[in-house]
């Protein structure tokens, strides 16, 4: 069993930044593809970036060049790094892994869910 504990959310203006953690019991964190979705109110959840187990990463288009997602293993944290961003930004961001060690856009595919973290971009 994994579990997971977002922080990092909060209150910022357009043009502004946040990092979002993750941080992830067990001692197979290494093993796991990680990523992060994000929920707007009315909306359905999208899928925002993922991190395999070894490193490799990749971005919705509608984020990209602005977010960028890392992983500390030592730590047992996945991070988000947001720069720029727009009021299109408010959301929950919710951290998921998968034992497959992948990722994947789907959520189908994720094994553990975090409670998600509240993002409010201000215009």
């Not at 929920?39 to 395999?52: F, L, S, Y």
């Amino acid at each position: 069993q994994v579990h997971l504990v977002e922080s990092g959310g909060g209150l910022v203006q357009a043009g502004g930044s946040l990092r979002l953690s993750c941080a992830a019991s067990g001692r197979t964190f290494s093993n796991y593809g990680m990523a992060w979705f994000r929920q707007a109110p009315g909306k359905q959840r999208e899928w925002v970036a993922g991190i395999t187990s070894g490193g490799s990463t990749n971005s919705a288009d509608s984020v990209k060049g602005r977010f960028t997602i890392s992983r500390d293993n030592a730590k047992n944290t996945v991070y988000l790094q947001m720069n720029s961003l727009k009021p299109e930004d408010t959301a929950v961001c919710i951290c998921a892994a998968t034992r497959s060690g992948y990722y994947y856009a789907s959520g189908s595919h994720y094994d553990y869910w975090g409670q998600g973290t509240q993002v409010t971009v201000s215009s």
